[in-house]
T-cell receptor, first 114, second 114 residues
Framework: AQSVSQHNHHVILSEAASLELGCNYSYGGTVNLFWYVQYPGQHLQLLLKYFSGDPLVKGIKGFEAEFIKSKFSFNLRKPSVQWSDTAEYFCAVNAKRMDGKLQFGAGTQVVVTP | DGGITQSPKYLFRKEGQNVTLSCEQNLNHDAMYWYRQDPGQGLRLIYYSQIVNDFQKGDIAEGYSVSREKKESFPLTVTSAQKNPTAFYLC?????????????FGPGTRLTVL
């Protein structure tokens, strides 16, 4: 079945540590890729997205993600996290044949300790 | 103040009752979506609508119904046929149909069945 997989359900790390969250998808053909973030008590908001072009995408708050087509991956990274990055992170994919529908991963809860 | 509003923020329902969740957007978006968020499962699509007076089932439509009489509004009814309705419900919208547009999310409604 077509799906989106996020490898880690919970991540705990200290401030200034580097963060990498894995995301793999199983759809063939052209895909659009998204990372959304849900801070405690806030709306789900877009962190970054990839449609085409440079596979290294930069988003808000110092996050970036790299699309590796051969690996069907779109991993999220941040070199140095802050306490305020504590949130739940969701990878999402849509494809042309999906008629605009987004398929979400299960999410990764990230806790950054001071 | 543009955006997506959902009401109420918290909703309690007795078993056997239908309940309607409101979603309104003033972004002039064509497409609207309803998702259900459960811990460890990410977001799952319930229904979506790409144009007024038309809507499509998502992945978990059973026990839910929607209407799209106005562009701005996309209410979701959780019926008594929904076997496990307690969840966090998110509404989203996007400007155009198709796979290249970003979805924007409302603040959500947390439904608890007593």
């Amino acid at each position: 079945a077509q799906s989106v997989s996020q490898h880690n359900h919970h991540v705990i790390l200290s401030e200034a540590a580097s963060l990498e969250l894995g995301c793999n998808y199983s759809y063939g053909g052209t895909v659009n890729l998204f990372w959304y973030v849900q801070y405690p008590g806030q709306h789900l908001q877009l962190l970054l997205k990839y449609f085409s072009g440079d596979p290294l995408v930069k988003g808000i708050k110092g996050f970036e993600a790299e699309f590796i087509k051969s690996k069907f991956s779109f991993n999220l990274r941040k070199p140095s996290v802050q306490w305020s990055d504590t949130a739940e992170y969701f990878c999402a994919v849509n494809a042309k044949r999906m008629d605009g529908k987004l398929q979400f991963g299960a999410g990764t809860q990230v806790v950054v300790t001071p | 103040d543009g955006g997506i509003t959902q009401s109420p923020k918290y909703l309690f329902r007795k078993e056997g009752q239908n309940v309607t969740l409101s979603c309104e957007q003033n972004l002039n978006h064509d497409a609207m979506y309803w998702y259900r968020q459960d811990p460890g499962q990410g977001l799952r699509l319930i229904y979506y609508s790409q144009i007024v007076n038309d809507f499509q089932k998502g992945d978990i439509a059973e026990g839910y119904s929607v209407s799209r009489e106005k562009k701005e509004s996309f209410p979701l009814t959780v019926t008594s046929a929904q076997k496990n309705p307690t969840a966090f419900y998110l509404c989203a919208s996007s400007t155009i149909r198709g796979s290249t547009d970003t979805q924007y999310f409302g603040p959500g409604t947390r439904l608890t069945v007593l």
